[in-house]
């Protein structure tokens, strides 16, 4: 059963507007929220995290908003550049119930020039 | 300084037979892990080890998967009699552990290129 799901499988944007990621869980045990990028043959690689004691967390043009209450995330780009189009995977994890990060199965973003 | 590597990049082999994969996590990182992508899916869990604790193998998918953690560095997979099912990129990640303040402790994995192993 997906714990962590991403329902867009891709979405395409123009460079310069913002892009949007969205990601829902179902386990409100977590309380730890990542979101890493992947290029193609590459392993993914750590882009933003957030803590459930925080809504948001920004740094450059990447923000994470986490909605407890909805049991929602979401990353926003902005602007987005060309550099960005790859897959963006979100995690989840709660060192209470175990080891295990739960990711998603990614959402394939293409920068349009 | 040098991230998490893996090898082989690639792996044929032909279904029944076993496979070892390897990977090499950052020095003083005390936290391992093993996930497979299959085809259109996401990350899926295998195995966890940190430091000289037991490993926590529920993600194993069967007892043909095994994998083990030398001196606290070096991972190796294995997958025996594979099936063309476990035709998938295995990924290694290792990690550790950062104190955050009122946030706790916060941890960020950090990953390998993956080995694309395809069973025939």
């Known amino acids: 059963d997906q714990q962590v799901k991403q329902n867009s499988p891709s979405l395409s944007v123009q460079e310069g507007r913002i892009s949007i990621l969205n990601c829902d869980y179902t386990n409100s045990m977590f309380d730890y929220f990542l979101w890493y990028k992947k290029y193609p043959a590459e392993g993914p690689t750590f882009l933003i995290s957030?803590?459930?004691?925080?809504d948001k967390n920004e740094d450059g043009r990447f923000t994470v908003f986490l909605n407890k209450s909805a049991k929602h995330l979401s990353l926003h780009i902005v602007p987005s550049q060309p550099g960005d189009s790859a897959v963006y995977f979100c995690?989840?994890?709660?060192?209470?119930?175990?080891?295990?990060?739960?990711f998603g199965t990614g959402t394939s973003l293409t920068v349009i020039p | 300084g040098a991230g998490v590597s893996q090898s082989p990049s690639n792996k044929v082999t032909e279904k029944g037979k076993d496979v070892e994969l390897r990977c090499d996590p950052i020095s003083g990182h005390t936290a391992l892990y093993w996930y497979r992508q299959s085809l259109g899916q996401g990350l899926e869990f295998l195995i966890y080890?940190?430091?000289?604790?037991?490993?926590?193998k529920s993600g194993l998918p069967s007892d043909r998967f095994s994998a083990e953690r030398t001196g606290g560095s070096v991972s190796t997979l294995t997958i025996q009699r594979t099936q063309q099912e476990d035709s998938a990129v295995y990924l290694c990640?290792?990690?550790?552990?950062?104190?955050?303040?009122?946030?706790?402790?916060?941890?960020?994995?950090?990953f390998g290129p993956g080995t694309r192993l395809l069973v025939l």
């Open positions: 995690a989840a994890s709660a060192r209470s119930i175990g080891n295990q990060f739960y």
């Open positions: 080890f940190q430091g000289n604790s037991a490993p926590d």
């Open positions: 957030i803590s459930s004691i925080k």
């Open positions: 990640a290792s990690s550790f552990l950062i104190f955050s303040g009122l946030a706790g402790f916060q941890e960020t994995q950090y």
